[in-house]
């Protein structure tokens, strides 16, 4: 079982990992270092966990698998490919990967449809945004909102569901944009512990299913631990921690939170 797990960590079935951070160093404008150079392979079917305590570095690390942060140095290669050389290539990865955040960033005015709806907009050309979605779309995001259980809530505005509820939307709206990478930032933060149970089981069975990575942060160990098929702890912007759950020994808790 620990075998199998260890054996998703090295690379997808291509042999080639999805994307692959070779020395990804981040320093903020304002001088922050935020990564230390560090190498890091994100392959298929796997769901990766970021532990780390606050200010670690764990989102400016998820940021950086689909360059939403720049690396201040270092290569980050999708499929092999190394990204940053054409605006054109890190615009189609960045279509590609889907984000679920903390807050899920729906607009609460608008209907549960139409919030999974804006999942498709990086599909279209500015022009064809002005025309009103098509009918097979239409049926993708309602098949989207039947996936995270929440088919019967299409019409009902995202403010008048509660925080879980949300969160299954903002998942919706990530499938509704047909990703090969899922990352999360810290997206059970603000729920209960059954919500949070559901919403990450669903994360966890979007990667085995779809087989596509999913790169989530966490402070909850118990969660990491329940959810994960691979740990990477960050401490003060350097990886100090890389393996399966099951190595999350007291040995390793104190690398990644001291003590
Ligand atoms: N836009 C920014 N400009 C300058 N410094 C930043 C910026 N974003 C993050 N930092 C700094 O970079 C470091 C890493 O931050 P990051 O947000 O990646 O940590 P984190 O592990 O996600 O923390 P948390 O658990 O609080 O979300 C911190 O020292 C933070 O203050
Ligand atoms: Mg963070």
Redesign the pocket.
Known sequence: MQQAAEKTLAASDTGVPIVSLSEVGVV???G?V?LSPLSLDIADDCVTVLL??????????LRSLNLLVRPSSGTVRVRGEDIAQSAGTVRAHRRETAMVFQHHQLIGRQTALQNVLTGRLGKHSFWRTVFPFSEPERRLALACLQRVDLFEKALTRCDNLSGGQQQRVGIARALAQEPRMILAD?PVASLDPASSERVLTLLRSICKEDRIPVVI?L?QLEYAREFADRIVG?SA?KVVFDAAPAKLDHNALAAIYGG
Not at 54 to 60: E, M, Y
């Open positions: 903020y404008p304002n922050t935020a780390g305590p606050s200010g670690a570095g764990k989102s400016s690390l810290e942060s402070h960050l912007g």
